[in-house]
Structure formats: structure tokens, C-alpha cells
């Protein structure tokens, strides 16, 4: 499923970048068909106008609303409207002063513009919004937590009960499993999932621990600085709450949180074997490319060469970074690289970090052999599997596409 | 300050990665002398053994202890004995078990380990740990923040005191304007930074707003599942807390934070022009590469063209990842980036988002002049400046290197 860039133009096919290094490979969970409009979701003008008009993509227990197993379902405002208001008839200010703790909002979150219209991909209504940089068109997309608690239970349940309804084959879909959703699809639904699992896990400050508020469409959570929950005097302005270092300085805690992490194909020094490993919870056979996250205060080539020798006991050299790929369970962004073992580092131990079962040096071409014939994720049981054969990640997994980078000869290529 | 990949055997230097995409490049706050071994941070035994032999980094209000303008300072344990006192005579889980949220814990965080022995770079006494995966030997490094407050602030104003006594030019510096730190030592403070900051801001829990603790030696926090504060008997066992969804499940919400940012070069369509901008608080013709924050689930090359045409209204196509630079204000991690304009999405408009005071399509070669003639950061006033002299980032800057590779032909190269 992962689809090589899709230039826009010709001529772009032939570009200098495109010559040197080959076409940009878009892993799966990237490559969304949204405009995410960021400097928007601050424009309640912009959120009042769009919400009416825009189609939601339902979340329960953080999985979608399917409309298949290749595709995601998406319900009007009709739907919604009762559950979800018009959070955008006030602007954020007057909101803010008026917060109120004990009151739960459903987590909606602003997804962006579909600009290819209204089919397909969730898009809404076709919308023009006129800003200040110019004409905005397309179909505004949000994602709406409907998980069945707290006081908004009954409310939650109406809407999951009447999205179903009449719609052949639609049901909340676990999709984590089996990446068989369409990759525009799936691109979308890893941005709401990352999001309304961040909102989710982020209803406190980790500054202060008094509750958190969700702005910006869903897309920021502040440590307000009153709340009526706690006024003394009914007529009285809300409680001031204490200073919260969060309300100032450079941080990054009102913010969604994505983790970088690594994940690496290591040739070694003559360039003929690839290093891969195996986690005990996985099926007998199937291995993949070491990977761990990075640590604070590391470059992305120093975490390849750490996490190398952590894991494999792997002296890695030279490190080049070939393409990244959104995970979002919870929140990662791997960042795919191609490593050079050093000559003379090549010995495997595995005992510094029990993290892996087994890794190995294997041929260049039994890697080549098993990308062909033999791949799939490690959670689905593969029928007829013969014994001893290398079983290797799919095409939707970066792992994949860097194991297929080395064999085609990413390290030897002349170009 | 940026130094080329040294390579540990002279073989590696013209290796089949080197030989196709050049030496690596080593950007300024990466690169660390130390191997953080992380899979012993969880090891009580190692990190009793090497508390009393370790070198300490003090920090107050995040900046450290320097020796002079380039280097570190290092205190021995005697000189943080009393505030830190034997925290891993007690196994983790027991240490739990009497968890108590009232009793203020110093924040102390194992670096790693000096391979290179007692010499620069902070290592301590050189210290050998037999572990299960092989012998660990090297000066063990921590970093400690001893920033007057609260009730550890008597004890922690008698570590300052003590830690400059008879060492003439130590002081607490602020270090992050002038990048002037030699870069093994600019490394260690981006990782102590990262991680004190990290700790300070993440003091409760927020998944349910309760208090946590730092575990793992300062490198993992959790919501302990009881706290004596609460406790009702006094004999009693420690009161227990309400459930709290960190407790189970995959999340990341327990370990320290890094925020994945984009920066990159992005050349014209014909390849002779460089996309430049400026941020309004910047000095006069100081401009830089754009930048900015990754998405939730958007791949490094989605953000870097979503970013760009947010900025500067430039549409972007191929996209390659040059190098990442780790910057630790607060605790992002850059991936540069160098990218292409699609022909006929050159034209700028700066009114999407006004994040950007000016951009500009400018020349190689005046890149190229501006970068041997006329750097500095932008918080630095210089002294015979030149009006309408285009100036740059300093080399320490990714900016810089990224630039360097377009003007050096990056894009073009035959390799």
C-alpha cells in the first residue's frame, strides 16, 4: 500500500532531487489527502462557518466508525449537532473566562480541508472560507470522540446508534491490526486517532494537576487560569487559580505529543547481509529491522547507532536517513534509516538489552526472496507457512520498504 | 562547531554509504562523548555502585555549572552527598511501596558513562560494572538540579556555594545564546537539560492530576498506585489512588518528551535559488531556512511541505533528509531537510499564516557568500555589520548545514 510520491506535475517526476535520490516513498499513515490549515483552527470565524458544513469521522475507544474494511464511515452535523453544539459561537476568550471544570465537552477535533471536494476521503460539503491569505475551498473534516462515559453517556450512545443506522456493513472497526484500509483512509485516521488519544490522556496539567481545557479545535489543551467550579461568591468573577508554570516561558506541554523513534537497516561493512531481529511475543520466523525511540537530546543518527548497539551489540558508522512513517499507537513518527555496520563491529550480543529473542545477519538475497514471497504482521497467523522460512513485514510497514531500499542497492546505487 | 563523522576505523571513512552521500554530518548538540547504556538505568546494583564514583552536572533554573565560556564544570559525590543522600539503596518497587508525595526527592539523572575514562568531557573516577550483558567500564555521569526552592532550597544554596568554592571562572552560565560550549559538552547539556526540564514540568500526572514520581533514574516518571500522604491509619498501609488509565495499556505519557520539528532548505525548480525567511523579532537582514512543528501523524516530509506552503505559499515536491539536530529549548529534535519547489508553486504568499516577517527566493551564490562572510545567531548584535548584507546561522545551526549542502550541490551531485 505504500505508494511512490505522485508528483503534481510532470515535470516534478524528473526533478534533481528525484534523480539523485530516487522517488519519495510514502509510507502508509502518511500521505493524507487533508489540508490541515493549521494557522485556521485558531479562527473561530473559520470553525463557526465550516462546522455546519463538515462531515465527522466517529471514534469509539479510539477506533473509527468503518464503512468496510477498506474504508472509513462519515456522518454529517445532523448526526452530531445534539451531542456537540456550537462550541464556535463563542470565541475562545469569553470561553476561557467562563470555564467551568465539573462541565465535560466532547473532544472534537479539526482535521483540515479535503480539497479534492466532496467524494470520497471524508470530505464535506464543498466550502469556500475567505481569510486573510486568500480563498480556503473544500470539505472540512473533524473527528468526534463518541466512547460511551461519563455524563455524556447517553448522548454518546444516540450517536454511535444512529450512524450505524440504515448503512449496510458500518460498525466501529478495530484497524489496527490488519492496515487493510485504503491509505488516504488510514492517513486520516491516524491523525484523529493520535489526537483524541492525546486529548484523552491530557484532561490534567502535568505542571500543576489541576484540569486542562481543549482549544484550537482540539488541537491544544491549556491550564486555564480561572474556573467556576471553585468561585466562592455565585455573582462573584470565577476562582482564580494558582500560577501554573505552564501559562508561561517556552514549553511544550499544550501541545500534541508525537515521539520520534528509530528504526534501521543495518548492511554490514562488505554490504552482502542485513541485520534483522526478532521479539519473543512475535510468530516463529518472522523478524524485522531493529528499532527503539529516541532518547531526549539525540540526533536521529546517534539513536540508529545507540539502539544498534543496545539491542544487537551492532557497531553502526555512517547512518543515512531514507524516509519517515507516522505510527499512531500511541504517537510515533518513525524515522526510517539505512546504517553501515563498522568493520571489526560486527559481533552479536544480546545480552545487554533483553529486548530481542534473536538477531542475525541475513543474506541480502534471503532477504530479498522473503519480501517477495513471504510477508505480513506479526499478529495474523499465516496459513500454509512453511517452517524455517523468513517471514518478513508488509509493504504498509517502513520496516518493509528499507529492507527493500538495501536490497535494491540503496548503499551501491550510482546515480 | 559542527564536526564531520570521525570515524573510528580509517576503512569507514570511504565506505559504501560514505562513498554515495558524503560524510555524515555530526550537527552541534549531538554527538555525545557518553554511552547513555540505557538498559541500566533500571538496574539498582549499577547505579548504587556508581552513584559515590560519579562526576555531577549541577543545573540551576536549567542552566549549569560551566567552568568557562566553553567547557562544563563537574562536582564529585562529596559535594552532593548531602542533598542527594543514597537514593538507590532501595530496590525501585519497595522504594514505592512507601511512596510519599509530601517528601521533596532532588531531581538526579544518570547521563551515561565517559568510555573515555576520568579525562574531559565530565567522566567520573573510571568505574567498572560487571552486568549480565558483558563489563560496563567508564566514569559514570549524572546531572542534578540544585535550583534554590521549596524545602530542599537551604540544602541545595549549600551545594551552589560548595561547588564553586576555589574554582576560579565557575559559575552558573547562561549558555544558550552564544553556542559557544565545545560540542562534546554543548551534547551532555542538551541531554541534561532536556531531562531536568521534562522532570520539572511533568511533577503530576496528566492522565488523572496526581503526583508522580521519577523512577529509572530520572529518565521515567509514574503515577504511583499509593501515596502515604493519603494514608488514613498510620499503621496502616499507604493510602491507595484511584485508578489511573498510565497504569496500563501503551502510552507515553511515563517517559521523557521530544517534539520532532521540520527545517529545511527548499531550492527552486531550476535549482539556483534558495528559499529564505525571516521572523519579525529577528535583526535586520537576518534570515534562515523555514522551520517548524511535526503534525500528529504526519511524516517528516508531509511537514516539511505543509510548513512551507503555510509560511511562504511555496508548494513543495520531493523532499530528502539531509541530517537531524537535536535542540534542547525545550526539547525538540530538527530533521533537516532539503527540498524541492514544484514548477509553478514558487510564487510566495506570506498571509496564511504570519508566522513570517519576509520570504525570499534568493541566489546560490549569495547564500553561498553570506555563509563564508556574514553568520552569527540572531540574538547577537554585530559590530560592523553591513546594511542589506544578507546574514545566516552559524554553522553550529542546521540551518547552516543545510544550506552548505544545497550551495555545495547537494542535489546535484554525481556520485
Same mark, same amino acid.
Given at each position: 500500500m505504500t505508494?511512490?510520491?505522485?508528483?503534481?506535475?510532470?515535470s516534478h517526476?524528473? %526533478?534533481?532531487?528525484? #534523480?539523485?535520490?530516487?522517488?519519495?516513498?510514502? +509510507?502508509?499513515?502518511? =500521505?493524507?489527502p487533508? +489540508? /490541515?490549515? %493549521?494557522?485556521?483552527?485558531?479562527?473561530?470565524?473559520?470553525?463557526?462557518?465550516?462546522? &455546519? /458544513?463538515?462531515?465527522?469521522?466517529l471514534? /469509539?475507544d479510539?477506533?473509527p $466508525?468503518?464503512?468496510?474494511?477498506?474504508?472509513?464511515?462519515?456522518v454529517g452535523?445532523?448526526?452530531v449537532r445534539e451531542l456537540?453544539?456550537?462550541?464556535f459561537?463563542t470565541?475562545?476568550?469569553?470561553?476561557?473566562?467562563?470555564?467551568?471544570?465539573r462541565?465535560?465537552?466532547?473532544t472534537l477535533v479539526?482535521?483540515?480541508? +479535503?480539497?479534492?471536494?466532496t =467524494?470520497?476521503?471524508?470530505?464535506?460539503?464543498s466550502?469556500?472560507?475567505?481569510?486573510?491569505?486568500?480563498?480556503?475551498?473544500?470539505?472540512?473534516?473533524?473527528?468526534?470522540?463518541?466512547t460511551?462515559?461519563?455524563s455524556?453517556k447517553e448522548e454518546?450512545?444516540?450517536?454511535?446508534?444512529?450512524?450505524?443506522?440504515?448503512?449496510? =456493513?458500518r460498525?466501529?472497526?478495530?484497524?489496527?491490526?490488519?492496515l487493510?484500509?485504503?491509505p %488516504?483512509?488510514a492517513a486520516?485516521?491516524?491523525?484523529?486517532?493520535?489526537l483524541?488519544?492525546?486529548?484523552?490522556? +491530557?484532561?490534567?496539567? %502535568?505542571?500543576?494537576?489541576?484540569?486542562?481545557?481543549?482549544?484550537h479545535a482540539?488541537?491544544?489543551r491549556?491550564?486555564?487560569?480561572?474556573?467556576?467550579?471553585?468561585?466562592?461568591?455565585?455573582?462573584?468573577?470565577?476562582f482564580?487559580?494558582?500560577?501554573?508554570?505552564s501559562?508561561?516561558g517556552?514549553?511544550?506541554?499544550?501541545?500534541p505529543?508525537?515521539? &520520534?523513534?528509530?528504526?534501521?537497516?543495518i548492511?554490514?561493512?562488505?554490504?552482502?547481509?542485513?541485520l534483522?531481529?526478532?521479539q519473543r511475543?512475535?510468530?516463529?520466523?518472522?523478524?524485522s529491522?531493529?528499532?527503539?525511540?529516541?532518547? &531526549?537530546?539525540?540526533?536521529?543518527?546517534?539513536?540508529v547507532? #545507540?539502539?544498534?548497539?543496545?539491542?544487537?551489540?551492532?557497531?553502526?558508522g555512517?547512518?543515512?536517513?531514507?524516509?519517515?512513517?507516522?505510527?499512531?499507537y500511541p504517537?510515533?513518527?518513525?524515522?526510517?534509516?539505512?546504517?553501515?555496520?563498522l568493520?571489526?563491529?560486527?559481533?552479536?550480543?544480546l545480552?545487554?538489552?533483553?529486548e530481542l529473542?534473536?538477531?542475525?545477519?541475513?543474506?541480502?538475497?534471503?532477504?530479498?526472496?522473503? $519480501?517477495?514471497?513471504?510477508?505480513?504482521?506479526?499478529d495474523?497467523?499465516?496459513?500454509g507457512?512453511i517452517e524455517g522460512?523468513l #517471514?518478513?513485514p508488509p509493504?504498509?510497514?517502513?520496516?518493509?520498504?528499507?529492507?527493500?531500499?538495501?536490497?535494491?542497492g540503496?548503499h551501491?546505487?550510482?546515480?
Amino acid at each position: 500500500m505504500t505508494q511512490p510520491y505522485t508528483a503534481t506535475t510532470e515535470s516534478h517526476k524528473t %526533478s534533481m532531487l528525484s #534523480r539523485k535520490f530516487g522517488q519519495e516513498i510514502i +509510507n502508509y499513515f502518511s =500521505g493524507s489527502p487533508l +489540508n /490541515r490549515v %493549521s494557522f485556521l483552527r485558531s479562527s473561530t470565524a473559520f470553525l463557526r462557518a465550516a462546522l &455546519p /458544513r463538515s462531515k465527522f469521522l466517529l471514534m /469509539r475507544d479510539l477506533e473509527p $466508525l468503518a464503512a468496510s474494511k477498506t474504508t472509513l464511515a462519515w456522518v454529517g452535523y445532523e448526526t452530531v449537532r445534539e451531542l456537540v453544539g456550537n462550541p464556535f459561537d463563542t470565541e475562545e476568550e469569553e470561553f476561557l473566562r467562563g470555564y467551568d471544570s465539573r462541565v465535560e465537552i466532547p473532544t472534537l477535533v479539526f482535521l483540515g480541508m +479535503n480539497e479534492e471536494g466532496t =467524494g470520497g476521503g471524508g470530505g464535506g460539503e464543498s466550502f469556500e472560507f475567505e481569510g486573510e491569505g486568500g480563498k480556503y475551498v473544500g470539505g472540512p473534516c473533524f473527528a468526534l470522540d463518541v466512547t460511551e462515559k461519563g455524563s455524556l453517556k447517553e448522548e454518546c450512545e444516540k450517536v454511535q446508534e444512529e450512524a450505524v443506522k440504515g448503512a449496510e =456493513g458500518r460498525e466501529f472497526r478495530k484497524v489496527r491490526l490488519d492496515l487493510s484500509l485504503v491509505p %488516504s483512509d488510514a492517513a486520516i485516521l491516524a491523525q484523529a486517532r493520535s489526537l483524541l488519544d492525546w486529548n484523552n490522556r +491530557n484532561q490534567f496539567c %502535568s505542571a500543576c494537576g489541576a484540569r486542562t481545557v481543549s482549544v484550537h479545535a482540539g488541537t491544544k489543551r491549556i491550564c486555564p487560569p480561572s474556573d467556576k467550579a471553585f468561585q466562592k461568591d455565585p455573582e462573584g468573577p470565577p476562582f482564580e487559580r494558582p500560577p501554573c508554570i505552564s501559562r508561561k516561558g517556552i514549553h511544550n506541554i499544550a501541545f500534541p505529543r508525537t515521539d &520520534p523513534t528509530v528504526i534501521m537497516a543495518i548492511i554490514n561493512s562488505t554490504g552482502d547481509k542485513v541485520l534483522l531481529g526478532r521479539q519473543r511475543r512475535w510468530p516463529k520466523d518472522f523478524y524485522s529491522t531493529l528499532a527503539g525511540f529516541c532518547e &531526549p537530546a539525540e540526533s536521529v543518527e546517534d539513536a540508529v547507532r #545507540r539502539e544498534t548497539w543496545e539491542e544487537s551489540g551492532v557497531r553502526v558508522g555512517r547512518v543515512v536517513i531514507h524516509s519517515t512513517q507516522p505510527w499512531p499507537y500511541p504517537a510515533n513518527l518513525m524515522m526510517g534509516a539505512i546504517g553501515e555496520a563498522l568493520p571489526g563491529g560486527e559481533e552479536i550480543v544480546l545480552k545487554h538489552d533483553p529486548e530481542l529473542e534473536d538477531a542475525q545477519w541475513v543474506e541480502v538475497g534471503r532477504v530479498r526472496n522473503a $519480501l517477495q514471497e513471504s510477508t505480513g504482521t506479526p499478529d495474523v497467523e499465516v496459513e500454509g507457512a512453511i517452517e524455517g522460512q523468513l #517471514r518478513l513485514p508488509p509493504s504498509t510497514a517502513i520496516a518493509h520498504q528499507l529492507l527493500l531500499a538495501v536490497v535494491n542497492g540503496f548503499h551501491l546505487a550510482k546515480l
